[in-house]
């Protein structure tokens, strides 16, 4: 506790471990979904919302959420949520998806300053009353590749909605990397270790060590893109156009990072993953590991071939 409020960051070993694990097993038949997303900071959060709607067989997308960053294209987190914003609106245009704008929200506009004060928001706030619509046996799955600020928010507006949702965030680096120095982790550890420390059923994608192996290249996309529609194209475009500005002519690869994220809710044979006790993300940029700690399950293996075989024949039918 600190003063009347409760440390959410402190509270995962209060959860029902049988019903946690229930949470975390692999979803059967079609759910339900929200996407929280930094989608100006980088080219793979495009990539990855398209796929999220390219793959409506299996995931039904309830909202799209922008969440904060910032860097050297935003010069402050509400700048970089708005730019997300913007982008988010941009890529449902080229999908010819106007449909799905009005589900879209403004996020937090700054990170959070403690463990046990939210960031208002239109996005916490739809996500507090959205959650609870949802119940412990078929919850709402949340997948977060930005700064988990908007979520950690959510969950200090309405802690109930922990054991109503299944939250698989990109985020961190591998449990035996050296630190914790990942940019969605970095930009807001408070909301981190609200997400590991709440006892809501959380799957980590780790970057470094695990996710970076997702890569392509400029004549892969080129191949299996160009020319299929305006949404390839501008993808196409975007990366090779990234790529250049830090390869100057130099052979390059491109990581897409947050496709990742989607493809755990999918059924195709894409990850490998098992559980582990949830680690502590520390301030000091290390984890710190307790084996009393309640559950989450981990991603350790990414099939790169097979998810990028997946990836290119949605987008090129979009």
């Known amino acids: 506790m600190e003063g009347k409020k409760k440390n959410l960051a402190e509270s995962g070993n209060e959860i029902n471990t ?23 900071n980088e080219i793979d959060d495009q990539f990855a919302l398209a796929y999220l709607i390219c793959s409506k067989e299996k995931l039904d997308l309830q909202a799209v959420y922008a969440a904060p960053f910032s860097n050297e294209k935003a010069k402050d987190p509400a700048e970089g949520m708005e730019k997300s914003y913007q982008e988010i609106l941009h890529i449902l245009t080229l999908m010819e998806r106007d449909d799905l704008k009005p589900a879209v929200y403004r996020g937090s506009t700054s990170f959070l300053s403690s463990e046990t004060e939210p960031v208002l928001s239109e996005a916490a706030k739809d996500l507090a009353e959205r959650a609870m619509k949802y119940t412990k046996e078929k919850p709402l799955y949340v997948v977060s590749i930005g700064a988990i ?37 970095e930009h807001d550890v408070a909301a981190a270790r609200i997400i590991f420390g709440c006892g809501v059923a959380l799957v980590q994608l780790p970057c470094a060590g695990v996710v970076s192996e ?14 299929k529609n305006k949404l ?17 002519g130099k052979a390059w690869t491109r990581i897409i990072w947050d ?26 940029n290390h984890y710190v590991l307790d084996p009393q700690r309640h559950f989450i399950r981990y991603v350790y293996h990414v099939k790169r071939d097979s998810l990028f075989t997946d990836l290119f024949a949605k987008l090129g039918r979009s």
């Open 18 to 40: 049988a019903e946690l694990l229930k949470r975390l097993e692999h979803p059967s038949g079609r759910v339900d979904v929200v996407l929280d997303t930094d989608t100006f």
């Open 149 to 185: 600020t908007n979520i950690a928010s959510a969950l200090l507006l309405k802690p109930e909605i922990r054991e109503r949702m299944v939250v698989v965030w990109l985020g961190g680096h591998s449990l035996h990397w050296p630190d914790t120095r990942e940019f969605n982790m």
């Open 214 to 227: 997702f890569a392509t290249s400029g004549p892969e996309l080129e191949y299996h893109l160009r020319g």
């Open 232 to 248: 390839c194209d501008y993808l196409v475009d975007l990366t090779k156009s990234e790529a250049e500005k830090y390869a100057k």
């Open 259 to 284: 496709v990742t994220a989607v493809a755990w809710l999918l059924d195709g044979d894409f990850e490998e993953d098992y559980l582990v006790h949830s680690p502590i993300p520390g301030y000091d």
